[in-house]
């Protein structure tokens, strides 16, 4: 499975979404909220063995916004 | 602070937000604060619920059994300083057993381990028991909404 796989796999088992990915954004979906970020950020790290930073966590506000957030961890989408 | 603490029901009342009607235990032991800890609760006849559940058999009704392990569970990271006093909401509660039936003169013993605490999220479980017979066990995840919020994306609104 590759990166882009695991990743979009992530948000659609986290929100069982199956919508567009490239269009959602936090709080763009009910399950996308505090709690949901929270469990999405841990599906993240524990998939790419990686620790995000807070502000990292803050900044990731979208699907697309995301993958820009996980070059810096050389996790390449 | 020398460890294990030890909470009487004002130290209880101090770290976590649950009130009468809803404070189902009465001491909390053996905290270790991010590891564990261990609660008791009396039920006499004279809890409110006795006489609903049921007038001609008391027994304590199950969610006041999950409440009194997760009132409990909770002391194992709300007992850090950092967090006493901050409100917890349910995410989950999975696997609830209950092995017997509780009523007026029991005591159940709980303990609480935390399996990890992790920006406002905690996940771990509580098993009860009366004497040594096994009475209830849970596994729980609960948010305190005031962490998580430190870590809400910049477009919220």
């Given at each position: 499975m590759s990166n882009l796989e695991k990743y979009q796999h992530i948000f659609k088992e986290s929100f069982q979404y199956d919508g567009d990915l490239e269009q959602l954004?936090?709080?763009?979906?009910?399950?996308?909220d505090s709690v949901g970020h929270m469990q999405l950020m841990a599906a993240l790290e524990d998939t790419f063995g990686i620790e995000l930073d807070v502000d990292d966590i803050i900044d990731f506000s979208s699907f697309k916004k995301g993958k820009t957030i996980l070059a810096k961890y050389n996790v390449v989408i | 602070m020398d460890l294990p603490l030890n909470f009487d029901i004002n130290g209880i009342k101090a770290c976590q937000?649950?009130?009468?009607?809803?404070?189902?235990?009465?001491r909390v032991f053996d905290v270790i604060p991010g590891e564990k800890a261990s609660g008791l609760k009396c039920f006499t006849?004279?809890?409110?619920?006795f006489p609903a559940h049921f007038d001609d058999e008391p027994n304590v009704p199950g969610f006041i059994q999950v409440e009194s392990l997760v009132q409990t569970f909770i002391m194992s990271f709300l007992s850090k300083e950092e967090l006493r006093g901050k409100k917890t909401n349910f995410l989950s509660i999975n696997n609830v057993k209950f092995k017997r039936k509780i009523v007026p003169g029991d005591t159940l013993t709980i303990h609480a381990t935390l399996q990890s605490f992790r920006r406002g999220i905690a996940t771990g479980s509580a098993v009860s028991f009366v004497g040594d017979a096994p009475a209830c066990s849970a596994d729980f995840v609960v948010a305190v909404p005031d962490i998580l919020d430190q870590f809400k994306p910049k477009s919220a609104p």
């Open positions: 954004e936090y709080q763009g979906i009910a399950v996308w | 937000r649950n009130r009468h009607p809803l404070l189902f235990v009465d006849y004279n809890e409110w619920f």
